[in-house]
Protein backbone atom coordinates (compact mmCIF):
# COMPACT_ATOMS: atom_id res chain seq x y z
CA UNK A 1 0.00 0.00 0.00
CA UNK A 2 1.46 3.72 -0.98
CA UNK A 3 0.49 6.23 2.00
CA UNK A 4 0.40 9.52 -0.01
CA UNK A 5 2.43 12.01 0.99
CA UNK A 6 1.49 15.92 1.05
CA UNK A 7 4.70 17.14 1.01
CA UNK A 8 6.83 16.11 -1.27
CA UNK A 9 10.27 13.96 -0.30
CA UNK A 10 13.89 14.85 -1.96
CA UNK A 11 13.71 12.01 -3.91
CA UNK A 12 10.52 12.84 -5.96
CA UNK A 13 11.81 16.61 -6.37
CA UNK A 14 14.75 14.68 -8.09
CA UNK A 15 12.25 12.62 -9.83
CA UNK A 16 10.28 15.90 -10.65
CA UNK A 17 13.50 17.86 -11.91
CA UNK A 18 14.42 14.65 -14.19
CA UNK A 19 11.25 14.88 -15.71
CA UNK A 20 11.45 18.54 -16.97
CA UNK A 21 15.09 17.67 -17.80
CA UNK A 22 16.78 19.90 -15.59
CA UNK A 23 20.14 18.53 -13.65
CA UNK A 24 19.39 17.70 -9.99
CA UNK A 25 21.30 20.15 -8.37
CA UNK A 26 21.80 21.48 -5.18
CA UNK A 27 20.41 24.87 -5.18
CA UNK A 28 17.77 23.58 -7.03
CA UNK A 29 16.15 20.65 -4.71
CA UNK A 30 16.72 23.70 -1.81
CA UNK A 31 15.16 25.86 -3.77
CA UNK A 32 11.69 23.90 -4.06
CA UNK A 33 11.86 22.40 -0.35
CA UNK A 34 11.98 26.66 0.33
CA UNK A 35 8.60 26.84 -2.05
CA UNK A 36 7.23 23.87 -0.33
CA UNK A 37 7.84 25.15 3.43
CA UNK A 38 7.09 28.70 2.13
CA UNK A 39 4.50 29.33 -0.71
CA UNK A 40 4.14 32.70 -1.68
CA UNK A 41 8.05 33.01 -0.73
CA UNK A 42 9.22 36.31 -2.62
CA UNK A 43 13.15 35.99 -3.91
CA UNK A 44 14.54 37.85 -1.16
CA UNK A 45 13.36 34.78 1.11
CA UNK A 46 13.98 32.36 -0.59
CA UNK A 47 17.80 33.38 -1.12
CA UNK A 48 17.61 33.34 3.16
CA UNK A 49 15.91 30.01 3.34
CA UNK A 50 18.09 28.50 0.62
CA UNK A 51 21.22 29.60 2.71
CA UNK A 52 19.97 28.66 5.62
CA UNK A 53 19.62 24.90 3.81
CA UNK A 54 22.77 25.12 2.11
CA UNK A 55 24.74 28.09 3.32
CA UNK A 56 26.58 30.27 0.83
CA UNK A 57 24.45 30.62 -2.23
CA UNK A 58 24.23 33.56 -4.25
CA UNK A 59 21.08 35.61 -5.00
CA UNK A 60 22.07 35.00 -8.76
CA UNK A 61 22.08 31.42 -8.35
CA UNK A 62 18.57 31.52 -6.46
CA UNK A 63 17.10 33.64 -9.37
CA UNK A 64 18.54 31.44 -12.14
CA UNK A 65 16.84 28.69 -10.48
CA UNK A 66 13.76 29.99 -9.94
CA UNK A 67 14.02 31.03 -14.34
CA UNK A 68 14.98 27.37 -14.78
CA UNK A 69 11.83 26.26 -12.70
CA UNK A 70 9.80 28.86 -14.12
CA UNK A 71 10.14 28.15 -17.59
CA UNK A 72 9.59 24.14 -17.58
CA UNK A 73 6.21 25.21 -15.29
CA UNK A 74 7.12 23.60 -12.22
CA UNK A 75 6.76 27.48 -9.83
CA UNK A 76 4.53 29.99 -11.14
CA UNK A 77 4.84 33.49 -9.62
CA UNK A 78 2.48 36.17 -9.03
CA UNK A 79 3.45 39.77 -9.07
CA UNK A 80 0.80 41.88 -6.45
CA UNK A 81 1.37 45.52 -7.49
CA UNK A 82 3.79 47.26 -4.52
CA UNK A 83 4.70 43.87 -3.61
CA UNK A 84 7.79 41.62 -4.24
CA UNK A 85 6.98 39.03 -7.01
CA UNK A 86 6.00 36.07 -5.18
CA UNK A 87 6.91 31.90 -6.30
CA UNK A 88 5.07 28.92 -5.47
CA UNK A 89 4.94 25.47 -6.71
CA UNK A 90 1.00 25.24 -6.66
CA UNK A 91 0.36 25.70 -10.19
CA UNK A 92 -2.23 24.70 -12.93
CA UNK A 93 -5.24 24.81 -11.03
CA UNK A 94 -6.63 28.51 -11.92
CA UNK A 95 -6.30 29.46 -8.10
CA UNK A 96 -6.41 32.59 -7.28
CA UNK A 97 -5.13 34.57 -4.23
CA UNK A 98 -6.18 37.06 -1.48
CA UNK A 99 -3.10 40.05 -0.93
CA UNK A 100 -2.72 42.20 2.13
CA UNK A 101 -2.30 45.97 1.40
CA UNK A 102 -0.84 46.52 4.50
CA UNK A 103 1.82 43.57 4.66
CA UNK A 104 1.69 41.78 1.56
CA UNK A 105 0.56 38.38 2.87
CA UNK A 106 -0.56 36.39 0.39
CA UNK A 107 -3.21 33.06 0.56
CA UNK A 108 -4.37 31.31 -2.24
CA UNK A 109 -8.23 30.95 -3.07
CA UNK A 110 -9.65 27.97 -4.79
CA UNK A 111 -11.25 28.94 -7.99
CA UNK A 112 -14.84 28.54 -7.95
CA UNK A 113 -15.17 27.37 -11.33
CA UNK A 114 -12.26 25.48 -11.11
CA UNK A 115 -10.78 26.29 -15.01
CA UNK A 116 -10.11 29.43 -17.04
CA UNK A 117 -11.31 32.46 -17.60
CA UNK A 118 -13.57 31.65 -14.71
CA UNK A 119 -15.08 35.00 -15.45
CA UNK A 120 -17.00 36.32 -18.58
CA UNK A 121 -15.95 39.94 -19.38
CA UNK A 122 -19.20 42.24 -20.26
CA UNK A 123 -16.80 43.02 -23.19
CA UNK A 124 -14.40 41.02 -24.52
CA UNK A 125 -13.26 43.62 -27.52
CA UNK A 126 -13.45 40.80 -30.05
CA UNK A 127 -10.39 38.83 -28.38
CA UNK A 128 -10.41 35.19 -27.06
CA UNK A 129 -10.22 35.39 -23.23
CA UNK A 130 -8.45 32.49 -22.11
CA UNK A 131 -7.48 33.63 -18.37
CA UNK A 132 -9.00 35.96 -15.76
CA UNK A 133 -6.19 36.77 -13.38
CA UNK A 134 -8.15 37.50 -9.94
CA UNK A 135 -6.49 39.04 -6.96
CA UNK A 136 -8.37 39.64 -3.80
CA UNK A 137 -7.13 43.07 -2.08
CA UNK A 138 -7.92 43.84 1.52
CA UNK A 139 -6.40 43.90 5.19
CA UNK A 140 -5.29 40.61 6.72
CA UNK A 141 -6.43 39.12 10.47
CA UNK A 142 -2.86 40.55 11.49
CA UNK A 143 -2.95 43.64 10.06
CA UNK A 144 -6.43 44.33 11.57
CA UNK A 145 -6.01 43.78 14.96
CA UNK A 146 -2.32 46.17 14.61
CA UNK A 147 -5.31 48.76 14.36
ZN1 LIG B 1 -1.34 42.12 6.69
ZN1 LIG C 1 -1.02 30.46 -4.71
ZN1 LIG D 1 -11.71 31.66 -10.73
Redesign the pocket.
Known amino acids: MVIEQDVPSTQDDEALLRSVGLRVTAPRLATLAALTARPHASADQLVADVRARLGSVSVQAVYDVLHALNSRGLVQHIEPAGHPARYERRHGD?H?HVVCRTCGAVGDVD????H?P??IPSNDHGFTIDT?E?LYWGTCPSCRTAD
Open positions: NHCATGACLAV
